[in-house]
């Protein structure tokens, strides 16, 4: 078999063993791998509604076929297990310096079983793997875990996915962090690594990836390398700040949580170009990346302080600063420093203290439950205090040990009607009234409300998909086009993350279907048309549903917040929301192949060749 | 003599929203749009008659252009 090693590293904690098992090449040539792959384990090896934080769970970190070669964009990895936020089937995926490296490691993907006594981190190298120590890392940020890691293993070259002190309290909202500036952000992994007690996962391999045609592979890798790196041009001057700006004009970037119509003012203080001179902008690209949309700033505060490092990205100026009204981008750096070195996600972070400020406008919480702080919006100052409390789950930030609803549910009355999640993940920093297919993309995502698979906001920049025949985007703002854009929006990303490629090679780079296909037949030596691709991106999310099911979950999860369904009264989005929900929710079943209930059905889940997997529906 | 040219998505807040027509066989695209390039902050795909071509292509008569932006947003 080409393109992958066909082995499968298990590393039971409890035992402290560990062992290597065979992948047969059906499974690649079924699922690929990364994302696909990930889920197919968890189907088949863990319970129906596992608890995410027991020693039962598992956790799965894959990669795909093009960590074969230096392909643009391989620094991706994917993470896979059940979620502490939603309680559902959960994906999450960084990039950063570690997927190549452990690919090399002479495995495609390692799963994590059971729980150790004392803190751990586990070191994988050529063929097998060392679990070691980390009581001395216990405590520290995902900056200074990476730093003593590279000390500890006596290689600076060795990267480490790791924990901060949040994913070590089990924090639903604990992400994964590469490097310092790349995360599985989002639905709480990291929570489960702190629940086994795993620190952080270091690689290092310098074994060769067996390759169909390892010169032309290299030689087409190359060629793709430079030509994204002319088209990214641009987009790495600016990064993904750039699109605040043109978001905002359109009624995309979330306002007051969700309730303003528009900020101009803040999106031109908070976006790029102004972004990029203000804080000092160097591009800060992951491994084998020809575009480098990271961010790394220098910025003096007033009072001397620097901060150097990653500087905040579109989500998090969306979520952090136009949401909550704050325009004090040196503030916002801030905040995203402190959420990164905790090991929180941002843009949930974000969402929480958009809902905390609305809460106390409404009088439903008063200083004697904020410890005396006015939650004003567009305070620099409360969105700093209040980072600092949900990164540790103290004072206020105790209020979503069960993420946003158990928060409402702590403080009451009408609060659970103006959050504003799917399945318990709050909404990212896309607003559907702006773009409809959004509505249901966020309803059906199988980890919950998630912009990244699939990311039909990429639709309104202007991006569609020609080789799948469609002849420009589809209206963002038609209510029989919504379905659509977001299923073939969803195949393409999910493909991505089954490869494990940055998604933004495409949005950013222009990379092409065709090229993908070329590259996969030079490393495996098969030769899949693009629609044919694009399946492999509907077999995850098929496998995913099916994990959700399997639990309980249908269409009555599928929801539409009630403030999506307020139009604004001005600016761009006025008289617009992506309804009716139940509608496109029928639309989208059907395109999908699934009941009038959400149900995959098993013809469709046979077209797919994945007949066998029915036996996993209740 | 001449060929339109869509801008799509982003674009459109830096130029024409409907389609633009300009003569055929003269500049090339990159040309034609390094002007808007450089105020929208964004490099861009053309798409002429549903095939990716380079910005150094020179549109001919009856060619449908589609311009779309490479930006994108996490
Ligand atoms: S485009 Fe950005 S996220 Fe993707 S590999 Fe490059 S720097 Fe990393």
New binding site residues.
Partial sequence: MYGYWGKLLRVNLTSRACRIDDIPEETFDLLLGGSALGAKILLEETPAKVDPLSPENKLIFAVGPFQGVKFP?N??WSVITKGPLTGTFLESAG??HWAPYFKQCGIDAVVFEGRADSPVYVFIKDGGAEIRDAAFLWGKDTIETGELIKEDLGDRRINALNIGPAGERMHPIACISCDGH?FAGRGGAGAVMGSKNLKAVAAWGTMEVPVHDPEKAAEFAKETFRLLSGQGEKFRAH?TPRVIVPLEGIGDTPIKYWRGDENKRGAALLGAPRYTEYLNVK????I???????RHIRFEYPDGTVLEGNGPEYETIGMMGSNLLVEDLGAVAKANDMANRLGIDTISCGAWIGFLMECWEYGWITPRDTGGLSLKWGDPDVLLALVEQIGTMTGMGGWFREGIRGAARHIGGEAEKITVEVKNMDYPAHDPRAVYALGVNYAVGTRGACHERGNPQTSALGGYFPELGQDGPYDRQTPEFAAKTAVIHQDVSVLMNCMTI????MG??GLTLTEIRTAYRYLTGKDVPVEELVKFGERAWQLQRIINVRDGLDRKDDTLPLKMTVPAMVGPRAGKTPTPHDRILDDYYELRGWDRNGIPTRERLESLGLGRFAAFLP | MAVTIRLLGLFRQYGPPEPWVVPAGERSIGELLAEMEEKAHAGYIPIVNGERKSKAYVPEEGDEIKIMPLVTGG
């Fill in positions: 964009g620094g991706k990039t950063g790349s990064g591009p800060l690209p992951c084998n990346c020809p575009i480098g949309c990271h940055c998604q933004f090679m950013g780079g």
